[in-house]
């Protein structure tokens, strides 16, 4: 079956870029999204279509695409962010979704 | 928008559970519905996503076969149909509608199978 990997964690400073990152092979050609899940909630999603950012979620949350990569990138990270991250990408072949195993994010 | 799961429970090895999510606050057979679940203390795992109108439905490797989702538009409702459920199937379940992503998610229903 189809997998995408993520960094297991990911740690930034206060006020610093945070990077999260998602690979797989034949990423494409559909789009990646990004969720954060913060303990005890449902996920929220961040991103869609690789750079799309949905009503009401911060600017300083943006998306990336390039070749087998998806990549999250929060910038003047804030304590608020910290949480769980999800990756969610679609198998190109039998258009079956998969989720990234996620990155906890902790901001120091 | 409004999501609501129910059905959850404790539930022996084998037995079967139907799960519900009713959806309120927007056009409910415009948009494709999943479930996700969540083992304790694990990531998300994709279970089962379902078109808008049916035509297409898919399941993980892990619940095919055993799982069966099905929606009804003129109740707003879709379901989640388990059996011969394992231990391994403990979790939190979530439906979400599909809109370019999952843009909308219930508070999920717990279930756990148990002897």
């Known amino acids: 079956s189809y997998e995408v990997t993520q960094p297991p964690s990911v740690s930034v400073s206060p006020g610093q870029t945070a990077y999260i990152t998602c690979s797989g092979d034949?990423?494409?050609?559909?789009?990646a999204c990004w969720y954060q899940q913060k303990p005890g909630q449902s996920p929220v999603l961040v991103i869609y279509?690789?750079?799309k950012r949905p009503s009401g979620i911060p600017e300083r949350f943006s998306g990336s695409s390039s070749g087998n990569t998806a990549t999250l990138i929060i910038s003047g990270t804030q304590a608020v962010d910290e949480g769980d991250y999800y990756c969610?990408?679609?198998?190109?072949?039998?258009?079956?979704?998969?989720f990234g195993g996620g990155t906890k994010l902790t901001v120091l | 928008v409004q999501l609501v799961e129910s059905g959850g429970g404790l539930v022996q090895p084998g037995r079967s559970l139907r799960l519900s999510c009713v959806a309120s606050?927007?056009?409910?057979?415009?948009?494709?519905m999943h479930w996700v679940r969540q083992a304790p203390g694990k990531g998300l795992e994709w279970v089962s996503g379902?078109?808008?109108?049916?035509?297409?439905?898919g399941y993980a490797d892990s619940v095919k076969g055993r799982f069966t989702t099905s929606r009804d538009n003129a109740r707003n409702s879709l379901y989640l149909q388990m059996s011969s459920l394992r231990p391994e199937d403990t979790a939190i379940y979530y439906c979400?509608?599909?809109?370019?992503?999952?843009?909308?998610w219930g508070q999920g229903t717990p279930v756990i199978v148990s002897a």
């Open positions: 034949k990423l494409g050609p559909k789009y």
């Open positions: 969610q990408a679609w198998d190109s072949r039998t258009e079956d979704v998969v």
């Open positions: 979400a509608k599909d809109d370019a992503g999952f843009d909308n």
């Open positions: 379902i078109r808008w109108n049916s035509h297409n439905v």
């Open positions: 279509q690789d750079d």
């Open positions: 606050g927007f056009t409910f057979n415009d948009y494709g």
